[in-house]
């Protein structure tokens, strides 16, 4: 049974260990009960055997009996003698035996050594004898004595059969009753673990469920206990990876949407170039046109792998430090010839000099897609506004157009994948609506975010905040 542990259930572990642990105290209170119970009932034997001593041995020594006295003088003298449950005999000094209640066995009882030598010293003593095969009886040897002189050995005993039978009942109940008590507790206890891991059986065939593909199981809860919450993050769990997976899904769909495009326009127009023979120019401008076609698709392919790498944690992000107005400076020189068919012209607002540490690669393509968005989501002849400032230890790069804007519901999407609103499809032909996916996880690779501000019809404005270097006042 190499895989015992792992195949018998938490159910059956938690039973055995349950009973085991019941058991195991049982064990321990009976055999404490026992002990105590045995010890009590042996002082309280002696106790009465010391007690009977005393009585009799005032009433010896009121009556003055001298060595030679008779039993009946002695049984009316003090009706202690007649009890049944214990029985007198008195020795003389030197350990004979002068008179003995008629209770007593048959059987002498001769007085011990240590007996006779604690009496002479003035000490009373306790023994107990047993004879073969019988029950065992408590002795009390009690000295009388007159002045310093050992009068008589007046010896009480009684026999333990009353304790023996007392504790044999005793264990008797404790034979039966603790393993009664086990049992039960056993039994209470596997219906009470059953009880308590059912959830565990639901969460378990939900998640046969979803391992079989349906993803939109989810796992009753209304419980706020352990199980409760362990159901609820399985279905946080689920929910999220249900989301990814769609997302996925979509994402594919989106993809090969955006690149069946440029290659239907591809080739159709090869096609059409095809159809006859036609003159230099005409093929020229085919080309052309396909080449066009062909860069878009190489840009979407190129995106793509930069996010698929980025998701894979493959894109490495140097920490140099960068400093921030000069490159926008750059990209603001950049945009200028990017604006300058459609007469667009970028200025330069606030600019202060601000470093960050990053990648000055990724963070110029972050801002200058930023600024090319602007410049080609513009109406001819606009304006767009660059800054730099700081704000609560953060550098904010602002890019403000004045072009087709964004309703609120677009503004929440432009950061997808693939997302491109209506207006901008109409108004600018290319774009593969990956830039912004690209430049989000740009800016929070380095620690900050990219938001949107924006009025349809009126214009944009992105913020690019990422954090200052410290000292960043610059000469
Ligand atoms: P694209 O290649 O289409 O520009 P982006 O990811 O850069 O892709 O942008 C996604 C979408 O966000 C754009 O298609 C456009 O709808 C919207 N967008 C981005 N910048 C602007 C802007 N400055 N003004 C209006 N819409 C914008």
Known sequence: ?????????????????????????????????????????????????????????????????????????????????????????????????????????????????????????????????????????????????????????????????????????????????????????????????????????????????????????RIETTSKDEIGRLASTFNNMIGRLEASIRQIRQFSADASHELRTPLTITKGETELALRKPRSPEVYREALESNLEEIDRMSRIVEELMFLSRADLGEVHVASDPVQLDTLVQEIQMQAMVLGKEQQIATTLGQVEPLRVSGDEWRLRELILNVVDNAVKYSLPRGTVELGLTQDRGMARVTVQDHGIGMTPEEQRLVFDRFYRTDAARAHAQKGTGLGLSICKWIAEAHHGTIEVASTFGQGSRFTISLPLLPATSVS
């Open 1 to 217: 049974m190499p895989n015992m542990r792992a195949n018998t259930s938490i159910r059956v572990r938690l039973t055995i260990w349950y009973g085991g642990g019941l058991a195991l105290i049982m064990l321990l209170f009976a055999t404490a009960l026992y002990v105590v119970m045995a010890r009590a009932l042996e002082d309280q034997i002696d106790r009465s055997l010391e007690e009977a001593a005393v009585a009799a041995s005032q009433s010896l020594e009121e009556h003055r009996f001298g060595p030679f006295l008779l039993l009946d003088d002695l049984a009316q003298a003090f009706p202690e003698l007649a009890l049944l449950d214990k029985f007198f005999q008195i020795f003389g000094p030197q350990g004979q035996v002068t008179l003995q209640s008629a209770n007593i066995k048959t059987r002498n009882i001769p007085l011990s050594q240590t007996a006779l030598q604690s009496s002479l010293q003035g000490r009373a003593v306790f023994e107990t004898v047993r004879f073969r095969d019988e029950i065992p009886i408590r002795l009390l040897s009690y000295p009388i004595r007159h002045g310093q002189t050992l009068v008589n050995i007046l010896r009480v005993g009684t026999s333990l059969q009353p304790e023996k039978e007392m504790l044999a009942r005793l264990v008797f109940v404790l034979l039966i009753g603790s393993p009664l008590a086990v049992v039960v507790s056993v039994l209470g206890g596997w219906f009470l673990a059953g009880r308590a891991l059912r959830p565990v059986d639901d969460i378990t065939l939900t998640a046969q469920r979803i391992a079989g593909g349906d993803l939109t199981q």
